[in-house]
């Protein structure tokens, strides 16, 4: 008699799902990780952009009229605006990816996908007068809204 037996039995498709489960299980996390990893050195990239954009506007203002300074929304400083960006939202940043200048409190905001919300305080120093040259403080450090 020859035996024909083709095909999986129910024992070994129980553990293959079980392995699978098992690694699902440590992917997911380490995933989830490295798309928060992957957003915040995002949020870093940008906020070095405009960092740069507003010692190029200082630079582009001394030369142009005698005095440096940087100017009330910290994205008028770049020539391109993140992806994202909004503005006509003078408030928190509200739905995913944007990025807004919050004027009440003169912070910067960016909703990461997660729906988590952060912040970057805008010093843009005082420069009432034309005998002030004083940029300011610049972006601070990153906090959670």
Known sequence: MKNNNKGFTLIELIMVTI???????V???????????AEA??????IASISAGLESHATDMLISTGRAYWP??????????PAGYDASDADNADSDGEWTYNTTTLKITHQRQDN????????????????????GN???????L
Do not use: C, Q
Not at 19 to 25: P, S
Not at 139 to 144: E, L, P, Q
């Open 41 to 46: 050195a995002a949020e870093d990239a940008v």
């Open 116 to 135: 988590t919300k952060h912040s970057w305080s805008y010093d843009k120093g005082t420069n009432d007068d034309a005998a002030s040259n004083a940029v």
């Open 19 to 25: 392995i699978l489960g098992i690694l699902a299980a």
């Open 27 to 37: 992917a997911v996390p380490r995933y989830m990780t490295s798309v928060a990893s």
């Open 72 to 81: 009330d929304n910290p994205f008028d400083a770049l020539k391109t605006k």
């Open 138 to 144: 610049g972006i601070g450090a990153r906090a959670s």
